[in-house]
């Protein structure tokens, strides 16, 4: 029978990463539903909220990679447990290249995409930031207290659009605009993941939403080939946007994940 978990300071953080356009602050509604066993931490990667940009080109997603890896010296931050979202969890698998992690769990993680499909896909992202950076943010909120605008501005990234609220809507909407998502993706889409057998000692967990548009299940299989080691799981009834959707259902995941991780730790008596 397995050691009962216990809150100590030797269980590994777990170091939050966002996605492209959004920030830290769309962890918020999971980080409200993880146990208080868990230390968190969730940062700004570049060019959101106050965090300068980089200069950005095909190499965005390690030089991002490199900006965490800063931060987690920064932060005294001992053998984090990573967990990102999308573009966030791109940057948490080439983290493990550069800095010792605890584990890696990625939500809807690119760079396992075809690339038409990424190229598509970020296009058709580009096209709705730019077009709802027209309206002004008194005019896109009160848009967005419609439920037929939420569908129409969000359902490529939920499944779940018109349940979304106005509030949690525009707030996810601004930080796109103000954010350097336009010209971050432009590089970022087109990112593929390499070399994931430097990664064989890291335990990585790859979660999936089964009504994706911007990661489809093909992303999943090809990750699969090229991580026979990890863990696969599958979040029902959600799109891209997992946070939204289902703020349980992912907490609960890296719940699971974070515990296992942290029963191991006990019982090889990692600190």
């Not at 909407?173 to 010209?183: A, F, G, N, R």
Request: net charge positive; charged share 20%.
């Amino acid at each position: 029978m397995a050691a009962p978990v216990r809150p100590t300071d030797g269980n590994p953080t777990l170091l939050l990463v966002h996605a492209a356009g959004l920030g830290r602050g769309s962890w918020d509604r999971v980080v409200a539903r993880i146990p208080g066993f868990a230390r968190t931490v969730a940062i700004d990667l570049p060019g959101h909220g106050d965090t300068p940009g980089l200069a950005y080109d095909t190499q965005v997603v390690p030089r991002l990679a490199e900006h965490v890896a800063g931060q987690i010296a920064a932060l005294g931050l001992h053998r984090p447990h990573v967990v990102g979202h999308s573009l966030g969890g791109a940057v948490a698998l080439e983290l493990a290249h550069r800095v010792p992690l605890a584990a890696v769990t990625a939500f809807c993680t690119i760079g396992f995409c075809s690339a038409r499909h990424a190229t598509v896909r970020a296009a058709k992202v580009r096209a709705l930031v730019r077009l709802v950076r027209r309206f002004g943010p008194v005019l896109r909120r009160r848009l967005l207290c419609h439920a037929a605008v939420r569908w129409l501005v969000m359902s490529g990234l939920s499944a779940k659009p018109t349940a979304l609220g106005a509030d949690v809507t525009a707030a996810d909407v601004t930080s796109m605009i103000d954010s350097d998502l336009v010209e971050m993706i432009r590089f970022a889409g087109r990112y593929a993941f390499g070399a994931p057998g430097r990664l064989a000692h890291t335990p990585v967990n790859l979660v999936w939403a089964d009504q994706d548009r911007i990661v489809p299940a093909s992303a999943a299989d090809r990750a699969r080939r090229a991580f026979p080691h990890a863990r696969q799981m599958v979040i029902a009834g959600c799109g891209h946007l997992v946070m939204r959707d289902d703020p349980d259902g992912m907490a609960a995941v890296i719940h699971a994940c974070h515990t296992r991780l942290m029963i191991e730790h006990q019982r090889r008596g990692v600190g």
